[in-house]
Structure formats: structure tokens, C-alpha cells
């Protein structure tokens, strides 16, 4: 089920909208830019849990750095 979300806009932007709407799907447009900017925020999220993750990590086993290359080399 789907919600409305109701987007106040200044006057003059709404008349801009407007000339350009037989081009442009407001509606698609801002509901895709709100997709994007969650999808940014979680990726904010997640490198910040990742980050504090190694803070607490006391140290990485010695070849771990070689290993992961060597790995992602022969992956390939």
C-alpha cells in the first residue's frame, strides 16, 4: 500500500514545474531521489558500524593484508 507524502514548494518553482511538466514525471523524479538519498544514508550507516568495528578490533593476524590480495587474485 502506498502512503502520500505532501511536498510544499515556493511559488515560483511550482510554475517552473509546471512548464516542464508534459517532460518530466515529478511524482517518478521525487520519489527515485528519495530512494537514492536512503539508500546513501545507509550506506553512511554501514561504513560508520564498519569503522567502529576495526576501532575495536585490536589487531589484524599477521599475512592477513597478502592473503586477502592473493585471494581476490586468484578469484578472478
Not at 511559488?11 to 530512494?35: G, S
Not at 539508500?39 to 569503522?51: C, F, G, H, Q, S
Request: proline share 4%; glycine share 2%.
Amino acid at each position: 500500500m502506498a502512503k502520500i507524502v505532501a511536498v510544499k514548494v515556493p511559488d515560483k518553482l511550482k510554475e517552473e514545474m509546471n512548464k516542464l511538466k508534459d517532460r518530466v514525471k515529478w511524482p517518478d523524479e521525487l520519489r527515485h531521489f528519495i530512494e537514492q538519498r536512503i539508500k546513501e544514508e545507509e550506506a553512511k550507516d554501514n561504513l560508520r558500524d564498519v569503522i567502529e568495528l576495526l576501532k575495536s578490533t585490536k589487531e589484524v593476524p599477521k599475512g592477513f593484508a597478502s592473503s586477502s590480495v592473493r585471494e581476490d587474485r586468484d578469484s578472478r
